[in-house]
């Protein structure tokens, strides 16, 4: 085994096989596993993801895309988010990005932002999320900057969107502008993308409550508010599963915990139904907070996948990531409590270890 640093801690660089034969498995997988390893490596075998672990990517070190999302390009995931390792130089805010064929294992493609303090751009760039725009072709990230308003030396008042682009998912992005969508405060963002396609900005504003704004055509500013809800939450994210519109969103706690709340629509302009708990609430979402719901469409069905941070305030490096799939339908969700687990992409199935 080798090993390597990453953000102030040293982790493993195990191999496939060291990772079969350390976690515990349904003895139907491991049967499976076992026989796909004998052909290939490769083939077949749903490699367990383990909520709350250190997640090593393919170099062996803990996966910095916090705060992040998902975008699927054909048959490859990309993960964006906040690059937290200790490294970075002063004074730089990075976005990094990893990519997968099976959302269990992940490639480092690419510090694919960095950016340096200033009055436009602050001091924090948080929950960054991508969209592609197939009619431009470019590749266009979405985050959260903030720090004092010009002339002040300090706060969380800028409240803005900043827009970068490339023409690769994993290139150097350009960092092209911020703003505050429609004259309105945004902090926390989250995206979506509609089964027809179109793209959606959520975002806290927090003397109002929580927007879904529909992009421009180009993406490239916000067009519309297509909803406000009148709570305040961030983490914000939805998917449109079954029919129904679900919205999922955490208290506003900082960095500590909350019970993360869900509501459904049958149109995302609403009526929302009441929000209720995801899970049971003294579990406090199992320690983490909503980043996205990842919908998995597959030829046998499709899964919902919550993905979530379980911050780590004073070591934001090593704060880990609570991907779990949820229980959802019938305009009800339910996060389960957290297990290894497996999803095939091309299917569409998970399968919870016991
Ligand atoms: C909660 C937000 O969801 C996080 O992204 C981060 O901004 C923390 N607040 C900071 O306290």
Sequence with gaps: MTRDTQGGFEVEAWG???KLLAFPMKPF?????????????????AEIIRPGEIWPDDRGRHIQA???GILEVGDVFYWFGEDRSTNNPRGVRCVSC????????????NQVLKLADSQETGRILERPKVFHNSKTGKFVMYMHIDGPMPG???GYKLARVGVATCDTAAGDYKFLTSFRPLGNESRDIGQFIDDDGTAYLISEDRPNGFHIYKLSEDYLSVEKDVCLIREH???GAVVHYDGLYYVIGSHLSGWKANPNVYATAKSLAGPWSEFKNIAP?????YGSQSTMLLKITGTKTDSVIFMGDIWKQHTLWDSRYLWMPLEIGGGQLRLPEPHGWAVDVKTGETHLEK
């Design 281 to 285: 609430p003294e579990q406090n979402t």
């Design 66 to 68: 916090h705060g992040g």
């Design 98 to 109: 990893y990519s997968s064929g099976n959302l269990a294992d992940w490639t480092f493609r």
């Design 152 to 154: 002040e030396s300090g």
């Design 16 to 18: 496939i096989m060291a």
């Design 29 to 45: 997988l491991l049967l499976s596993c076992a026989a796909a390893l004998a052909s290939s490596f490769t083939a077949g075998c």
């Design 233 to 235: 939450l961030e983490g």
